[in-house]
């Protein structure tokens, strides 16, 4: 575990060239003739990422702002109704895979750990009237998981817009070890693609140069 802040530069470069969990949905994105260019593009940035060790600044838009600024009013939010306490980390590496990990928004006693999710309020609003959560949160929740050992996740949607009793909903999500299993599977290909793609790239460009 790595005691840095979230979002700042030292965090980013922490992340840089790894797989993490809020993209694990690019990295198994399929399609009926294979797997999706999300997988293309994502295996790009991490390339490039990878060659040029840096990160390219990417554009942050009005949601994704309102997301930062409003993640730790939710924080506390969950705190004061779930009786929790909640320890902040910055980036947890894959025990195993070295170029892998996991930025979870909170870590709860010895066994859970805390995802926040702050969207526009039409998103919000059918949180609450379906229950359900996004696909691509469930797999950043086991993929946070497979990489800290923990056993479950509240996941959290928040929106301080609401009236009072609608602001925030809470649901655990528990360890589902078989689709750990699927996702570790295929984040090693990916991994091991991307590095033959480094390597090919290094042997054909830089050591020519």
């Not at 909903?169 to 078989?178: E, G, S």
Request: aromatic content about 10%.
């Amino acid at each position: 575990m790595v005691e840095i802040i979230q979002r700042s530069p030292e965090w980013f470069q922490l992340r840089r060239g790894k797989v993490t969990a809020s993209r694990i949905h690019d990295v198994i994105a399929k399609i009926k003739s294979g797997y999706s260019t999300s997988r293309a593009n994502y295996m790009a940035e991490l390339v490039l990422q990878n060659v040029t060790h840096s990160i390219e600044q990417t554009y942050i838009s009005q949601a994704m702002q309102w997301g930062t600024d409003t993640e730790e009013q939710a924080r506390n939010a969950y705190s004061f109704y779930s009786g929790n306490e909640v320890d902040e980390i910055a980036f947890i590496n894959h025990p195993v895979i070295t170029q892998a990990g996991a930025s979870p928004d909170g870590l709860i006693a010895h066994d859970g750990l805390l995802e926040i999710k702050c969207p526009n309020s039409a998103t919000h609003l059918d949180t609450l009237l379906n229950s359900k959560i996004n696909r691509k949160y469930l797999l950043q929740m086991q993929w946070q998981m497979a990489c800290t050992g923990r056993k479950w996740c509240d996941f959290v949607s928040y929106d301080p817009r609401f009236p009072e009793e609608m602001v925030i909903f809470i649901k655990r999500i528990n360890r589902d070890d078989d689709l750990i299993s699927e996702i570790t599977n295929e984040v090693t290909k990916f991994i091991d693609e991307m590095n033959e793609t480094c390597a090919k790239l290094k042997t054909q460009y830089m050591e020519a140069a």
